[in-house]
T-cell receptor
Framework: SQTIHQWPATLVQPVGSPLSLECTVEGTSNPNLYWYRQAAGRGLQLLFYSVGIGQISSEVPQNLSASRPQDRQFILSSKKLLLSDSGFYLC????????????FGDGTRLSIL | QKEVEQDPGPLSVPEGAIVSLNCTYSNSAFQYFMWYRQYSRKGPELLMYTYSSGNKEDGRFTAQVDKSSKYISLFIRDSQPSDSATYLCAMMERRALTFGSGTRLQVQP
């Protein structure tokens, strides 16, 4: 069966510091991969999605970037964090073929001080 | 107007009650409809995934889609305290998901 792992679960970072969040998927090949941010009491906002290695689409222009160095690895980065980057970051995957639902990891809660 | 509207709750019910959760939407291009359950500090977990109008049942859960009214529902029978969570509806158009803001459900023992 497929599993998705995100780490770390919780992160506290100072303003201006860099960021690297990692997500890996097991048990499937060529997945679509997604990064979302969830603000309290609000729905999920899509940040980036990827249909293959090195292929990244950005949905919201901002302080963050994403990379996919391997088929089942998706990384969310920032060179300099802002206070507004605080939030709950979720990685998700879906099967490449057809219109398949997305499956989520357990997220990273990021607090910027 | 948001594309997907969902009452944030909280909705509080006694154990054993039937729960009805609902979403309305405005984009008639949505083709697939999902319900996710999200426990505190966890990622959303897929509960139901439907395409056509009508009902789909899985155990205590029934998903209902009415495309003509742009209205979807999730029914939970014999609700349990372990069902206490936030329920998110989601709708898909060409693989792009749009989420509701979630309804917080509390099932009292």
């Amino acid at each position: 069966s497929q599993t998705i792992h995100q780490w770390p679960a919780t992160l506290v970072q100072p303003v201006g510091s860099p960021l690297s969040l990692e997500c890996t998927v097991e048990g499937t090949s060529n997945p679509n991969l997604y990064w979302y941010r969830q603000a309290a009491g609000r729905g999920l906002q899509l940040l980036f999605y990827s249909v293959g290695i090195g292929q990244i689409s950005s949905e919201v222009p901002q302080n963050l970037s994403a990379s996919r160095p391997q088929d089942r690895q998706f990384i969310l980065s920032s060179k300099k964090l802002l206070l507004s980057d605080s939030g709950f970051y979720l990685c998700a995957w879906s099967a490449r073929q057809g219109d398949q639902p997305q499956h989520f990891g357990d997220g990273t809660r990021l607090s910027i001080l | 107007q948001k594309e997907v509207e969902q009452d944030p709750g909280p909705l509080s019910v006694p154990e054993g009650a039937i729960v009805s959760l609902n979403c309305t939407y405005s984009n008639s291009a949505f083709q697939y409809f999902m319900w996710y359950r999200q426990y505190s500090r966890k990622g959303p977990e897929l509960l139901m995934y439907t395409y056509s109008s009508g009902n789909k049942e899985d155990g205590r859960f029934t998903a209902q889609v009415d495309k003509s009214s742009k209205y979807i529902s999730l029914f939970i029978r014999d609700s349990q305290p372990s069902d206490s969570a936030t329920y998110l509806c989601a709708m898909m158009e060409r693989r792009a998901l749009t989420f509701g803001s979630g309804t917080r459900l509390q099932v009292q023992p």
